[in-house]
T-cell receptor
Framework: QKEVEQDPGPLSVPEGAIVSLNCTYS??????FMWYRQYSRKGPELLMY????GNKEDGRFTAQVDKSSKYISLFIRDSQPSDSATYLC???????????FGSGTRLLVRP | GAVVSQHPSRVICKSGTSVKIECRSL??????MFWYRQFPKQSLMLMAT?????????EQGVEKDKFLINHASLTLSTLTVTSAHPEDSSFYIC????????????FGPGTRLTVL
């Protein structure tokens, strides 16, 4: 079993839809959770960074962590075609540890 | 802030040659740098972690004599693929982590290596 599991998709939604991207993890020691966006043939871009449980909002993006169920989510409101990319979740036990990545979910937002 | 650059962005070489890829943190000091490899439509595979002034720590299955990593300063790390072969063709991405507000991993744009 991988430490961080993510549905590879692809997930196809119409423009303006609310997108929900999810990951599950198995290591209860994970405290730090990140979401990265990666466009084709580019390096990943850090979108959201959360510590422990709770919600964090930044513009159209909301990251949610539920440590009781080991479930992390990224919501994108008013999705745009420019949001079409692969979204990677990542987790680690501490800030000085290496990140464990999910396999990535490919998102396609149709105009 | 938190910009990481990589050079070159793309390299094509003949089998048997060595290729060096540079990773620089442009606006912060990177205490730790990471090197990843990514195959098409797959996730990132961590190859090694390097701390400034220390030897790199390689992940299981990664040949340290083939993938030489040097982290000589707080802003520069290099990955040298020695005696490259076609199976080494891949997308190589570095990331850097600093202190304080830069205590997250920021990725470079990646280097596409093609070995003929």
């Amino acid at each position: 079993q991988k430490e961080v599991e993510q549905d590879p998709g692809p997930l196809s939604v119409p423009e303006g839809a609310i997108v929900s991207l999810n990951c599950t993890y198995s290591n209860s020691a994970f405290q730090y959770f990140m979401w990265y966006r990666q466009y084709s043939r580019k390096g990943p871009e850090l979108l959201m960074y959360t510590y422990s449980s709770g919600n964090k909002e930044d513009g159209r993006f909301t990251a949610q962590v539920d440590k009781s169920s080991k479930y992390i989510s990224l919501f994108i409101r008013d999705s745009q075609p420019s949001d079409s990319a692969t979204y990677l979740c990542a987790a680690s036990p501490g800030s000085s540890y290496k990140l464990i990545f999910g396999s990535g979910t490919r998102l396609l937002v149709r105009p | 802030g938190a910009v990481v650059s990589q050079h070159p962005s793309r390299v094509i070489c003949k089998s048997g040659t060595s290729v060096k890829i540079e990773c620089r943190s442009l606006d912060f000091q990177a205490t730790t740098m990471f090197w990843y490899r990514q195959f098409p439509k797959q996730s990132l595979m961590l190859m090694a972690t390097s701390n400034e002034g220390s030897k790199a720590t390689y992940e299981q299955g990664v040949e340290k004599d083939k993938f030489l990593i040097n982290h000589a300063s707080l802003t520069l790390s290099t990955l040298t693929v020695t005696s490259a072969h076609p199976e080494d063709s891949s997308f190589y991405i570095c990331s850097a982590r600093g202190r304080g507000s830069y205590n997250e991993q920021f990725f470079g744009p990646g280097t596409r290596l093609t070995v003929l």
